[in-house]
């Protein structure tokens, strides 16, 4: 087993551990890591070996695959893994540490901007992936759900986290066919053998109980030149922003939505309550007469807006000019973005933001019922009602909510299945890298491999369930209901949940 780093250099291998994972199907489950690996590789006896005319830091970054022209416990001849380098280290003075990350790697970065986005799925990879990947490194998407249609608002935060938010949402999964190379395909696409190992354990934790789950439903619609501020239109609830002559100040503003643009507001003289077709505002005196465009822009007034680095905030920057005169001629003492309706009517705000992007709900959470009920759980005596809140921006129809309702919700019925062991193999595909999101089969039930660290002596893994309607309606077609009644006469729901297709 040899290792060729960069275009040439090689180095033979005495050890490896890979660990490879699969994004998560539940939207309130954020583990998956990009993937790892370690070899140690023997210290080349010759001292012309090109690994000693270069320092060992600068194969960091570098390219690597890795060859086992003796297959890999039953593998074809060849090529067993693509990453890149991270870092190369002496552990000794025989060997080398060399330790790196498969493609995705370079996707695990924080503080990312990302704005709103509509268009196909395809489009939105590339657009979060655009100059991420190192050189060497590709991502593609299965023609199969390239071109779904897909809305998101932006974010800013943590790359990876909010790819995996995107995969529970879509029942997508990112997998590693070959070297540097990754693909995001629809989720159960690999099968791999059924297992009957006696180094397979199999845990049921019924421990984690609630009567609800909750779920974020954004209903994410794409608008083009819209009311953004105040989300909805103005109603009486808007504050009236007001400021002192000579100040400058700062505000943020709260959206029901992610903008990608906005206009900038004009100042008018006037601005009716149910005006939503331009970015516009009117300024006030404390006399409560309004201060004419012309004069305030004269006397060094003005008024900005940015839309914030999260694109669901704005930033209105007021600067409010000094030497204005109410029409009693004392000086103004304060000015306000707003306007009465009449002599006896109070002031309303003004301020209108028109962009363009993707309008949101900020409604709270729907909680959905799980089946536990409280007098099956002392726990919930002392308060304990809500087993986990989703808020997840990928959620954007019915469609979306229901699938991560069902996924989460089995979670917190008293029954959550795993299986983990040790194995000469997970499947029959040609290189290992196929195994993560793979189902597995075991005790006549479908799992799906979320971790699988690989050595030269096999496959540590660990799966969750995976058992669908799908899998319960192709293992009993052909029977009729009273069919089903009778296989599973004087069992509770759970009981049958937890036999699964056992017959």
């Known amino acids: ?33 990009v993937g790892d690996f370690s070899l140690s590789a023997f210290a080349p006896e010759d001292p ?29 001849d060849g090529e067993l893994l693509g990453g890149i380098v991270t870092n190369v280290s002496h552990s000794d003075d025989f060997t080398l540490l060399i330790t790196g990350r498969l493609a995705l790697g370079a996707l695990n970065v924080r503080n990312v901007t990302q704005g709103p986005y509509n268009g196909t799925l395809k489009g939105l990879i590339e657009r979060y992936l655009r100059g991420r990947l190192i050189s060497g490194t590709s991502v593609t ?115 029901e939505g992610s903008v990608q643009s906005i206009q900038q507001p004009v100042m008018r003289d006037f601005v009716a309550k149910d005006h ?7 300024i006030v005196a404390d006399d409560g007469y309004p201060i004419q465009p012309a004069q305030w822009a ?41 306007l009465s309706a009449g002599e006896s009517s109070p002031q309303y705000s003004t301020l209108r933001i028109v962009g363009t992007g993707v309008w949101f709900s900020n409604d709270d959470p729907v909680k959905f019922p799980t089946g536990v009920s409280a007098e099956a759980n002392s726990e919930f005596e002392v308060g304990e009602e809500v087993g986990v809140s989703i808020d997840n ?69 660990n799966a969750e369930d995976d058992l669908t309607c799908g899998d319960i309606q192709v293992e009993f077609d052909g029977m009729t209901w009273q069919d089903v009644q009778d296989l599973y006469e004087g069992l509770t729901y759970k009981e049958v949940l937890i036999k699964g297709m056992v017959r």
């Open 48 to 76: 012309t070996h090109s690994i000693y005319s270069i320092s060992l830091e600068n194969l960091a970054d570098k390219e690597i695959t890795v060859y086992d022209p003796e297959g890999w416990a039953g593998t074809p």
């Open 141 to 255: 998407v299965h023609p199969d759900i390239a071109d779904r249609k897909i809305t998101v608002p932006g974010w800013r935060g943590e790359l990876w986290y909010h790819l995996k938010l995107l995969c529970a949402a879509e029942s997508v999964e990112f997998h590693y066919p070959s070297t540097g190379y990754a693909e995001l395909r629809p989720v159960r696409r690999t099968h791999g053998k059924t297992q009957t190992s006696r180094n397979i354990s199999r845990e049921t934790n019924a421990e984690d109980l609630a009567q609800y789950v909750e779920v974020k439903e954004y209903n994410n619609v794409w608008v083009t030149n819209q009311i953004f501020y105040p989300p909805g239109g103005w109603d009486e609830g808007v504050s009236i922003i007001s400021i002192s002559p000579g100040d400058t100040e700062e505000h943020e503003l709260n959206l």
């Open 393 to 461: 921006l990928f959620l954007s129809t019915r469609a979306h909510v229901a699938t991560a309702v069902y996924r989460v919700a089995s979670k917190y019925q008293g029954y959550k299945s795993t299986i983990s062991g040790n194995v000469t193999r997970l499947s029959d595909e040609g290189t290992f890298t196929e195994d993560a999101g793979s189902r597995v089969f075991y005790d006549s039930r479908p799992y799906r491999v979320r971790s699988a660290t690989y050595t030269p002596d096999g496959v540590q893994f």
């Open 1 to 33: 087993m040899y290792a060729i780093i960069g275009d040439n250099l090689s180095v033979d291998l005495a050890d490896f551990s890979v660990t490879i994972d699969s994004t998560p199907l539940d939207s309130s489950d954020s583990t998956g890591s």
């Open 298 to 338: 004269d006397a060094g007034g003005s008024v900005k807006v940015e839309i914030g680095e999260d694109t669901r905030t704005l930033k209105l920057t007021i600067r409010a000019p000094e030497g204005l005169h109410k029409d009693n001629g004392e000086p103004v003492s304060s000015f306000a973005l707003a």
């Open 276 to 282: 939503t077709t331009s970015s516009v505002y009117t």
